[in-house]
C-alpha cells in the first residue's frame, strides 16, 4: 500500500482546504462491551447500547497503583449529575488491543535503538493470550509495520524495521487534506489514522503506546480532531516523551493529550527512563479496574459528555478518560 504522503499527492488544494473538517467521519459512540462474569471462563463481553465502560487506575499519594478497592470506593458523575456503577470489576484477564506508535523523525535519530529494544521487550512483557497489538511508525508519512497480530516475532521484525525518515510499504491515509506536501512530523495523523482506521472496529480494552518528543510539524488534522477521534473510540492514549534537547519536546500537547483520553505521559530521556516507563504503562495496563453505567441522560444527541470520578478517599488519585461522545441517531 503507498504511503500517506504519496496517497494524498494527488489531492487538490483547493478543494481539500474546503473539505478536510467534511472528510472527518462523523463517528457514533461505539457500543460499548458489558464485562460479566463466567463462573468457568472468568469475565466475558457483552454488547450493551447504552452502556458506558471506564477502565480506571487508581494510584495512592505514593503514586503506588492500588488493586484492592471496591466499588462503594468509587462515585461517578456526567455532567455533573451522580450516576449509579451498574458493574464492577478488577480487570486483569478482559484482552487488551494496543497499538505502539514509534516516532521516527531525525530527532529521534539517537535514541531510536533504545526504543526499538526496549519497545520489543514491552510488548513481549505486556501482552498475554488473547491480545493482539499492532505497531506504526511516523515522521513525515505514517507507516503500519504490522497490522494486528499476536505474533510476537512478527512485532519484534516489525519495530526493527523502524528507520529515521524512510517511507516504508503499506502507509495510511486520513483522506482528503488541505495541502500535498507534508514538510514534518505528523504525530497527530498518526493517532488520527491509528483511531479511525485500526481501533475503530476493536472492543474491549484499547490503547495506544507512542514514543515521541511530542512534536508536530506537519499533520493534516488537528490536535483537537486526533484528541476527538480517540475519545470517540474509547482509546486510551499514553506517550513516553522522549525528546533531544538539541531538538526540544513538546510535554505540553503530550499532556493534554494523555489528560483527554486517560492515559499518562511520562519523560523518558534516558535509556533508563525509558525502561522505567515502559514498566509503568505495562503495569497500569495489568492493573485496571471496569466500572460500567447506564446515562441518565436518554439523549442520542452525539454530544461529548464529561465524566467525573471521584474516590471516597480523598488520597487516592483516579486515571480516566474525562469523557466520551454520546451516540447519535
Known amino acids: ?95 487488551i488491543t494496543l497499538a505502539l506508535l514509534l516516532d521516527t523523525s531525525g530527532s529521534e535519530q539517537f535514541m531510536l535503538g533504545a526504543i526499538q529494544d526496549m519497545g520489543a521487550s514491552f510488548l513481549n512483557r505486556v501482552l498475554r493470550k488473547g491480545d493482539e497489538a499492532l505497531v506504526m511508525s511516523f515522521d513525515t508519512d505514517v507507516d503500519l509495520l504490522s ?54 472496529t476493536e472492543a474491549g480494552r484499547k490503547a495506544i503506546v507512542i514514543v515521541t518528543d511530542a512534536q508536530d510539524e506537519g499533520s493534516r488534522v488537528r490536535l483537537e480532531e486526533a484528541v476527538e477521534v480517540a475519545q470517540r473510540t474509547d482509546s486510551v492514549i499514553h506517550i513516553l516523551i522522549v525528546a533531544d534537547s538539541r531538538f526540544g519536546g513538546n510535554s505540553g500537547v503530550a499532556h493534554k493529550i494523555t489528560e483527554e483520553t486517560g492515559g499518562r505521559a511520562i519523560s523518558a530521556n534516558s535509556e533508563k527512563h525509558l525502561a522505567e516507563a515502559f514498566d509503568q504503562i505495562s503495569e497500569e495496563l495489568r492493573s485496571q479496574y471496569t466500572l460500567g453505567y447506564y446515562p441518565t441522560n436518554p439523549a442520542h444527541d452525539g454530544k461529548f459528555r464529561k465524566i467525573k470520578i471521584d474516590m471516597t478517599n480523598h488520597d487516592l488519585k483516579v486515571l480516566a478518560r474525562k469523557g466520551y461522545y454520546a451516540p447519535k441517531e
Open 147 to 200: 497490522d494486528w497480530t499476536d505474533n510476537r516475532g512478527q512485532l519484534d521484525r516489525a519495530i526493527r524495521k523502524a528507520r529515521i525518515n524512510t517511507p516504508m510499504s503499506g502507509g495510511l491515509s486520513p483522506g482528503p487534506v488541505p495541502t500535498s506536501h507534508q514538510t514534518g512530523t505528523a504525530l497527530y495523523d498518526a493517532i488520527y489514522l491509528a483511531c479511525n482506521e485500526k481501533l475503530s
Open 1 to 95: 500500500m503507498p504511503s500517506v504522503k504519496k496517497i494524498l499527492a494527488a489531492c487538490a488544494a483547493t478543494a481539500a482546504s474546503a473539505a478536510i473538517l467534511a472528510a472527518l467521519p462523523a463517528h457514533t459512540a461505539r457500543r460499548n462491551p458489558a464485562p460479566s462474569q463466567d463462573p468457568q471462563h472468568g469475565p466475558t463481553i457483552k454488547t450493551q447500547v447504552n452502556l458506558v465502560n471506564l477502565f480506571v487506575t487508581v494510584r495512592d499519594k505514593n503514586k503506588r497503583i492500588v488493586t484492592d478497592l471496591k466499588q462503594e470506593d468509587f462515585k461517578l458523575a456526567e455532567d455533573g449529575t451522580d450516576q449509579k456503577i451498574a458493574f464492577f470489576s478488577k480487570e486483569v484477564t478482559l484482552p
